[in-house]
C-alpha cells in the first residue's frame, strides 16, 4: 500500500490554481435583499393592517369550499404554524359569513308523553329566547289567574250547586234507606264514632236505652231473634249498596267539579295559548304549546295558592332530595335554549380553541341530590361548537381533537348523516348513565381542521370515509419567492408590529437585514419565509436592543446583535463541543494530510436551535468478499437513509471499477466518536472519498471538510443545512487557529442555498477561509489529495491507483490451480454514464 506521502510532496501544492478556479467568492455566500434600503422604507411607510404573505392558493381552496352548498365540502389546512396563518383563516370565514343569513335557534322542550326523550324544535333567530321568555311569563301568569279565576262568584256559584244537587241526590239514598228500615222493624241510628247501626223498634217504639233494648231483646222467643236477625241482615246489605252509590255520587261530583275548574282554568290557559302559537307560527311550537296547556289542565293542583301536596317537582319526588337550583319551579314548562342566535348578525364562526367532546358536541349535565342520587332533565342539555355553528363555519386544531376519546367518530357521523345527537361521553356507561336521549338535531355546517401535512396523508390513506367528508385541501406554503412583492410585505409587515406594540422605527439596512434573515429560514436565498412569528419576534428583540442603547431607531446593527445574543442563548452544547474538540478530547485534524481519513459534517438540532458538528470520518480496506461494511449500522446507530447512502458507495464502485473483474475486497467506514444515532444521506460523498484515499494510498487534505449525497454515477447532489455546516467548520477552525487554507467542500446546487453569517463572508474576503463549489466526485477527489482523478487507464492519476488496486485483490481472492477453472472477464470499456440528473430541492 503507498505510504501518506508516495504521492504528494504537498497535496495541496498541486491544487493552489484549481482551488481558486472553484472557489467561492465572499459575493456568492450571502443573498442580499432584493430592494434597496430607501424602497423597504417607502414600503414601511405604507402601512394597512395584518395580512398573510404569499398564501392565496390557500385561501381560494377555502373560498371555493365555503361557496359550495354540497356534503364533503369541508377543509383540511395544512401549515398553519402560527396565529396569523388562524387569524387569516377566520377573517376570511368572517368576511364570507357577514353576508350570509343569520341562522336559527334550536331549543329542547319537555317532552309530556315521553319525558325521556326531550323534543329539538328550530326556531327563526332570536324566538328561541323569546319563547324561553314567554313561556316563563306563561307559567307565572297561570299561578297568578288560576287562584283568582278559582275564587270568582260565578265559580263558587256553579260549584255549589254542584255540591247541593250531590247532596240532595245523597240525602234521597239515606231517606229511602231509612223507610225501607222502618218497614223491616228497624231503626237507623249513628254511634259515637259515626258509623251508623240498626236499632229493632218494639211497639213502634225504639228503645230509650241500652238496657231496655237487652230487656226487649230477652222477651223473644228464638224464632223471633232468627227473624230479628235475618231482616237486619237485609238491611246491612242494601247499606252497603248505598254506601257505593254514595262514593260512585262522590267520584261524580269530584268529577264535575274538576269539569268546572278545567272550564274555568281553560278561559285563563287557552286564549295564553293561542297567543303563543299565532305569534310563533311554528308547527312544532303549536304542537309543543297544545300539549303544555294538555298537560296544565291536567295538573291544575299544582298551580292553587300554597303548596300542593303531591306535586313538589317531576315524578313527585320530596323537596328536601333536591336542592332549589337544581329541581326550579315547574321544571317540565321550561325552554332550554340550546342554540341562541338573538344577538348574531350573518352566519356564526366558531374557533374552538380546546377541541374536547364536551365542548365540540355538547353534553347532559347531572346533579347529585341529598341521598346521592344522580338526576338529570332536558334543561340540563348543553351544546357545544359543534351545534352553535350549524349554518355556519367550525375551526378547530385537529391534531388536538383526534386524541381526544370520542371526537373523530362523532365527528365523522355527524357529518356524514347531517344530524348530531346529543349525548354525555361516558367510557364506563355500566356506572354513568344520563337517562336522557334527546332528539338528534339537523346541523350543516362548514368544518375546517388544522393539522400537519402528515396527519394529512396518514387519514386520506388509511380513513375510508376522510376523502369523501374532507374534499378540500388548502395547504399553507412554509416560503415563497422572494419577489419584490414579497420584501415589501416583510417592510410593512415590520412597520406595522412597530406601530401596534409602540417600538422604535426601523431603518432601511435594518429592515434589509430582516428580509435577509427570512431567506436564511426559507433555506435559499431566492425565497423567504411566508410565517411571520420568527420575524416579529427578530424585530421586538432588536426593538429591545435599541432602547438599551437609547437609540431613536433599530439600525441593522441592532439586528445583528439581536442574531447573535440569540445564539448565545441557545448554543451551549455547540460551545462545548468546540471545546472538547480545541482539547482533543474530540479529535478533529486540521493539519496535514492522512490516507482514509477526511472531516465530515453533520447537523445537530437541540431544540430550537440547530448547528453543524464536524466529525472524522474514517475508511480501511482489505482483502475479502464483505464489501462494504458500515460500523454504523452494525451498532445500530444508523438510520435507514445513511444505510442507502452506504449501499449508493457499492453501486459506484461497481459501476466504475467493477466492469473488468468482480470486486472482491472488504472495507469499513465509520464516523469515529460518533455514540448517538446518525441518518442521512449527506455524508455519502464524505465516506467515498474516505474509501477511495483508502483503496488509492493518497492522502486527503485535513484542513477542509466534505458534505454532499452522491449518487452511483458520481454526482454530488445537495444536502440539507449547508449553512450550519459550514459555519460549524469555520468556528472550529477558528478555535484551533485560521491558516488561510481552511474551507470546506459542499455541492455545488447548494450554492443557492448559501446565507452565511457576515463574519465568515469577511473571513472568506480575506482569504482566511475558502468554500469550494463541486459537481462530482471526480472534482472533489482533486480538491482533496491535488492528484488528478483521470481515468482508470490513465496512469497516476486517482482512478488508475484505485482500479489497479481493486484488480489486485481481485486476483488475489479467485482460486489458485489446481483442475479449477479460471474465469477472467475480457476487459470491456465501462459504459459512458449519462448526464447527471437535475439536483432535487435541498432537504430542509
Same mark, same amino acid.
Given at each position: 500500500?503507498?505510504?501518506?506521502?508516495?504521492?504528494?510532496?504537498?497535496?495541496?501544492?498541486?491544487?493552489?490554481?484549481?482551488?481558486?478556479?472553484?472557489?467561492?467568492?465572499?459575493?456568492?455566500?450571502?443573498?442580499?435583499?432584493?430592494?434597496?434600503?430607501?424602497?423597504?422604507?417607502?414600503?414601511?411607510?405604507?402601512?394597512?393592517?395584518?395580512?398573510?404573505?404569499?398564501?392565496? $392558493?390557500?385561501?381560494?381552496?377555502?373560498?371555493?369550499?365555503?361557496?359550495?352548498?354540497?356534503?364533503?365540502?369541508?377543509?383540511?389546512?395544512?401549515?398553519?404554524?402560527?396565529?396569523?396563518?388562524?387569524?387569516?383563516?377566520?377573517?376570511?370565514?368572517?368576511?364570507?359569513?357577514?353576508?350570509?343569513?343569520?341562522?336559527?335557534? +334550536?331549543?329542547?322542550?319537555?317532552?309530556?308523553?315521553?319525558?325521556?326523550?326531550?323534543?329539538?324544535? *328550530?326556531?327563526?333567530?332570536?324566538?328561541?329566547?323569546?319563547?324561553?321568555?314567554? /313561556?316563563?311569563?306563561?307559567?307565572? @301568569?297561570?299561578?297568578?289567574?288560576?287562584?283568582?279565576?278559582?275564587?270568582?262568584?260565578?265559580?263558587?256559584?256553579?260549584?255549589?250547586?254542584?255540591?247541593?244537587?250531590?247532596?240532595?241526590?245523597?240525602?234521597?239514598?239515606?231517606?229511602?234507606?231509612?223507610?225501607?228500615?222502618?218497614?223491616?222493624?228497624?231503626?237507623?241510628?249513628?254511634?259515637?264514632?259515626?258509623?251508623?247501626?240498626?236499632?229493632?223498634?218494639?211497639?213502634?217504639? /225504639?228503645?230509650?236505652?241500652?238496657?231496655?233494648?237487652?230487656?226487649?231483646?230477652? $222477651?223473644?222467643?228464638?224464632?223471633?231473634?232468627?227473624?230479628?236477625?235475618?231482616?237486619?241482615?237485609?238491611?246491612?246489605?242494601?247499606?252497603?249498596?248505598?254506601?257505593?252509590?254514595?262514593?260512585?255520587? /262522590?267520584?261524580?261530583?269530584?268529577?264535575?267539579?274538576?269539569?268546572?275548574?278545567?272550564?274555568?282554568?281553560?278561559?285563563?290557559?287557552?286564549?295564553?295559548?293561542?297567543?303563543? &302559537?299565532?305569534?310563533?307560527?311554528?308547527?312544532?311550537?303549536?304542537?309543543?304549546?297544545?300539549?303544555?296547556?294538555?298537560?296544565?289542565?291536567?295538573?291544575?293542583?299544582?298551580?292553587?295558592?300554597?303548596?300542593?301536596?303531591?306535586?313538589?317537582?317531576?315524578?313527585?319526588?320530596?323537596? #328536601?332530595?333536591?336542592?332549589?337550583?337544581?329541581?326550579?319551579?315547574?321544571?317540565?314548562?321550561?325552554?332550554?335554549?340550546?342554540?341562541?342566535?338573538?344577538?348574531?348578525?350573518?352566519?356564526?364562526?366558531?374557533?374552538?380553541?380546546?377541541?374536547?367532546?364536551?365542548?365540540?358536541?355538547?353534553?347532559?349535565?347531572? +346533579?347529585?341530590?341529598?341521598? !346521592?342520587?344522580?338526576?338529570?332533565? %332536558?334543561?340540563?342539555?348543553?351544546?357545544?361548537?359543534?351545534?352553535?355553528?350549524?349554518?355556519?363555519?367550525?375551526?378547530?386544531?385537529?391534531?388536538?381533537?383526534?386524541?381526544?376519546?370520542?371526537?373523530?367518530?362523532?365527528?365523522?357521523?355527524?357529518?356524514?348523516?347531517?344530524?348530531?345527537?346529543?349525548?354525555?361521553?361516558?367510557?364506563?356507561? %355500566?356506572?354513568?348513565?344520563?337517562?336522557?336521549?334527546?332528539?338528534?338535531?339537523?346541523?350543516?355546517?362548514?368544518?375546517?381542521?388544522?393539522?400537519?401535512? @402528515?396527519?394529512?396523508?396518514?387519514? *386520506?390513506?388509511?380513513?375510508?370515509?376522510?376523502?369523501?367528508?374532507?374534499?378540500?385541501? &388548502?395547504?399553507?406554503?412554509?416560503?415563497?419567492?422572494?419577489?419584490?412583492?414579497?420584501?415589501?410585505? @416583510?417592510?410593512?409587515?415590520?412597520? +406595522?408590529?412597530?406601530?401596534?406594540?409602540?417600538?422604535?422605527?426601523?431603518?432601511?439596512?435594518?429592515?434589509?437585514?430582516?428580509?435577509?434573515?427570512? #431567506?436564511?429560514?426559507?433555506?435559499?436565498?431566492?425565497?423567504?419565509?411566508?410565517?411571520?412569528?420568527?420575524?416579529?419576534?427578530?424585530? $421586538?428583540?432588536?426593538?429591545?436592543?435599541?432602547?438599551?442603547?437609547?437609540?431613536?431607531?433599530?439600525?441593522?446593527?441592532?439586528?445583528?446583535?439581536?442574531?447573535?445574543?440569540?445564539?448565545?442563548?441557545?448554543?451551549?452544547?455547540?460551545?462545548?463541543?468546540?471545546?472538547?474538540?480545541?482539547?482533543?478530547?474530540?479529535?478533529?485534524?486540521?493539519?496535514?494530510?492522512?490516507?482514509?481519513?477526511?472531516?465530515?459534517?453533520?447537523?445537530?438540532?437541540?431544540?430550537?436551535?440547530? %448547528?453543524?458538528?464536524?466529525?472524522?470520518?474514517?475508511?480501511?480496506?482489505?482483502?475479502?468478499?464483505?464489501?462494504?461494511?458500515?460500523?454504523?449500522?452494525?451498532? $445500530?446507530?444508523?438510520?435507514?437513509?445513511?444505510?442507502?447512502?452506504?449501499?449508493?458507495?457499492?453501486?459506484?464502485?461497481? *459501476?466504475?471499477?467493477?466492469?473488468? %473483474?468482480?470486486?472482491?475486497?472488504?472495507?469499513?467506514?465509520?464516523?469515529?466518536?460518533?455514540?448517538?444515532?446518525?441518518?442521512?444521506?449527506?455524508?455519502? =460523498?464524505?465516506?467515498?472519498?474516505?474509501?477511495?484515499?483508502?483503496? =488509492?494510498?493518497?492522502?486527503?487534505?485535513?484542513?477542509?471538510?466534505?458534505?454532499?449525497?452522491?449518487?452511483?454515477? !458520481?454526482?454530488?447532489?445537495?444536502?440539507?443545512?449547508?449553512?450550519?455546516?459550514?459555519?460549524?467548520? *469555520?468556528?472550529?477552525?477558528?478555535?484551533?487557529?485560521?491558516?488561510?487554507?481552511?474551507?470546506?467542500?459542499?455541492?455545488?446546487?447548494?450554492?443557492?442555498?448559501?446565507?452565511?453569517?457576515?463574519?465568515?463572508?469577511?473571513?472568506?474576503?480575506?482569504?482566511?477561509?475558502?468554500?469550494?463549489?463541486?459537481?462530482?466526485?471526480? /472534482?472533489?477527489?482533486?480538491?482533496?489529495?491535488?492528484?488528478?482523478?483521470?481515468?482508470?487507464?490513465?496512469?497516476?492519476?486517482?482512478?488508475?491507483?484505485?482500479?489497479?488496486?481493486?484488480?489486485?485483490?481481485?486476483?488475489?481472492?479467485?482460486?489458485?490451480?489446481?483442475?479449477?477453472?479460471?474465469?477472467?472477464?475480457?476487459?470491456?470499456?465501462?459504459?459512458?454514464?449519462?448526464?447527471?440528473?437535475?439536483?432535487?430541492?435541498?432537504?430542509?
Amino acid at each position: 500500500m503507498p505510504s501518506e506521502t508516495d504521492h504528494s510532496p504537498d497535496p495541496g501544492a498541486n491544487l493552489q490554481t484549481a482551488a481558486a478556479a472553484h472557489e467561492l467568492s465572499a459575493a456568492e455566500l450571502r443573498g442580499l435583499a432584493p430592494l434597496a434600503p430607501a424602497e423597504l422604507e417607502k414600503a414601511a411607510a405604507n402601512v394597512t393592517d395584518e395580512q398573510l404573505l404569499g398564501q392565496d $392558493r390557500a385561501l381560494d381552496a377555502i373560498r371555493l369550499a365555503i361557496g359550495i352548498q354540497a356534503p364533503g365540502y369541508n377543509v383540511f389546512a395544512t401549515g398553519v404554524r402560527g396565529s396569523a396563518e388562524r387569524e387569516a383563516i377566520l377573517r376570511l370565514l368572517r368576511d364570507k359569513a357577514a353576508s350570509m343569513p343569520t341562522p336559527g335557534d +334550536w331549543v329542547y322542550v319537555n317532552n309530556f308523553q315521553r319525558p325521556e326523550a326531550p323534543i329539538a324544535v *328550530y326556531l327563526k333567530p332570536g324566538q328561541g329566547r323569546d319563547l324561553r321568555d314567554r /313561556m316563563t311569563d306563561l307559567v307565572n @301568569y297561570v299561578r297568578e289567574q288560576l287562584p283568582k279565576a278559582f275564587r270568582q262568584e260565578d265559580f263558587d256559584q256553579e260549584r255549589n250547586a254542584l255540591r247541593d244537587k250531590y247532596n240532595k241526590i245523597a240525602q234521597d239514598l239515606f231517606n229511602r234507606l231509612e223507610a225501607r228500615a222502618r218497614e223491616k222493624g228497624f231503626a237507623i241510628n249513628a254511634a259515637p264514632n259515626g258509623q251508623l247501626i240498626f236499632i229493632p223498634l218494639f211497639d213502634g217504639k /225504639m228503645p230509650e236505652n241500652p238496657e231496655m233494648l237487652q230487656r226487649e231483646m230477652s $222477651r223473644l222467643t228464638d224464632e223471633q231473634r232468627a227473624d230479628l236477625a235475618k231482616r237486619q241482615g237485609e238491611l246491612q246489605e242494601e247499606f252497603l249498596g248505598v254506601v257505593r252509590r254514595q262514593q260512585e255520587i /262522590m267520584q261524580e261530583l269530584v268529577k264535575d267539579i274538576r269539569g268546572i275548574e278545567r272550564a274555568f282554568a281553560s278561559r285563563v290557559i287557552t286564549p295564553a295559548i293561542e297567543g303563543l &302559537s299565532r305569534h310563533f307560527d311554528n308547527p312544532a311550537v303549536t304542537d309543543y304549546l297544545r300539549q303544555v296547556a294538555e298537560h296544565m289542565l291536567k295538573h291544575l293542583d299544582r298551580f292553587r295558592e300554597g303548596p300542593a301536596e303531591g306535586h313538589p317537582g317531576p315524578d313527585n319526588a320530596p323537596p #328536601m332530595m333536591m336542592s332549589e337550583q337544581a329541581m326550579p319551579l315547574f321544571p317540565e314548562y321550561q325552554v332550554n335554549l340550546l342554540v341562541d342566535n338573538s344577538e348574531r348578525k350573518g352566519a356564526p364562526v366558531i374557533d374552538e380553541s380546546a377541541p374536547t367532546y364536551r365542548n365540540l358536541f355538547g353534553t347532559i349535565e347531572r +346533579w347529585v341530590d341529598p341521598m !346521592g342520587r344522580a338526576m338529570t332533565n %332536558f334543561t340540563r342539555i348543553i351544546a357545544g361548537s359543534f351545534q352553535r355553528a350549524h349554518h355556519g363555519f367550525l375551526v378547530i386544531d385537529l391534531e388536538d381533537a383526534i386524541v381526544e376519546p370520542g371526537v373523530w367518530k362523532t365527528l365523522k357521523r355527524s357529518l356524514r348523516t347531517g344530524f348530531m345527537t346529543i349525548e354525555t361521553f361516558e367510557p364506563f356507561q %355500566f356506572f354513568f348513565s344520563s337517562g336522557l336521549k334527546p332528539e338528534p338535531i339537523e346541523i350543516r355546517n362548514k368544518v375546517i381542521v388544522l393539522g400537519t401535512r @402528515y396527519l394529512y396523508n396518514l387519514l *386520506y390513506f388509511y380513513d375510508t370515509d376522510f376523502p369523501e367528508l374532507f374534499k378540500v385541501k &388548502s395547504e399553507i406554503r412554509p416560503v415563497i419567492d422572494a419577489e419584490d412583492d414579497a420584501v415589501r410585505h @416583510y417592510a410593512a409587515r415590520v412597520a +406595522w408590529l412597530a406601530r401596534k406594540e409602540q417600538l422604535p422605527p426601523f431603518d432601511g439596512a435594518a429592515l434589509a437585514r430582516i428580509v435577509e434573515y427570512g #431567506m436564511r429560514l426559507a433555506g435559499e436565498r431566492g425565497r423567504v419565509l411566508t410565517q411571520m412569528e420568527p420575524i416579529d419576534d427578530l424585530a $421586538r428583540e432588536a426593538a429591545y436592543f435599541a432602547r438599551a442603547a437609547g437609540a431613536a431607531e433599530v439600525t441593522a446593527q441592532q439586528v445583528e446583535q439581536a442574531l447573535r445574543e440569540r445564539i448565545l442563548r441557545l448554543n451551549y452544547v455547540e460551545e462545548e463541543l468546540r471545546r472538547l474538540i480545541a482539547e482533543r478530547v474530540i479529535i478533529v485534524d486540521l493539519k496535514g494530510s492522512k490516507v482514509g481519513q477526511i472531516n465530515g459534517l453533520a447537523v445537530i438540532d437541540v431544540g430550537g436551535y440547530a %448547528f453543524g458538528r464536524p466529525s472524522r470520518v474514517t475508511a480501511t480496506v482489505a482483502l475479502g468478499q464483505a464489501g462494504i461494511i458500515n460500523i454504523e449500522r452494525e451498532a $445500530r446507530l444508523s438510520g435507514s437513509t445513511h444505510d442507502k447512502g452506504i449501499m449508493i458507495l457499492s453501486g459506484f464502485l461497481r *459501476y466504475r471499477f467493477g466492469q473488468e %473483474f468482480p470486486l472482491a475486497m472488504s472495507a469499513s467506514i465509520c464516523f469515529e466518536q460518533s455514540y448517538s444515532g446518525i441518518d442521512g444521506d449527506s455524508a455519502s =460523498s464524505t465516506e467515498l472519498y474516505a474509501l477511495l484515499s483508502a483503496l =488509492s494510498g493518497v492522502p486527503i487534505r485535513q484542513d477542509l471538510a466534505v458534505t454532499g449525497s452522491v449518487d452511483q454515477y !458520481g454526482t454530488v447532489q445537495a444536502i440539507g443545512g449547508a449553512n450550519e455546516k459550514i459555519e460549524s467548520f *469555520y468556528h472550529v477552525c477558528k478555535v484551533m487557529g485560521l491558516t488561510g487554507t481552511q474551507g470546506v467542500l459542499l455541492p455545488r446546487s447548494n450554492v443557492n442555498n448559501l446565507m452565511l453569517q457576515p463574519e465568515l463572508v469577511d473571513a472568506v474576503r480575506q482569504g482566511q477561509f475558502h468554500i469550494y463549489p463541486i459537481d462530482n466526485i471526480d /472534482m472533489g477527489i482533486e480538491l482533496l489529495t491535488g492528484v488528478k482523478a483521470g481515468t482508470i487507464k490513465e496512469p497516476g492519476t486517482i482512478n488508475y491507483l484505485v482500479h489497479q488496486r481493486l484488480k489486485r485483490m481481485s486476483e488475489q481472492t479467485r482460486p489458485g490451480a489446481g483442475g479449477e477453472m479460471r474465469v477472467i472477464a475480457e476487459p470491456a470499456a465501462p459504459p459512458k454514464p449519462p448526464a447527471p440528473p437535475e439536483p432535487p430541492t435541498p432537504p430542509r
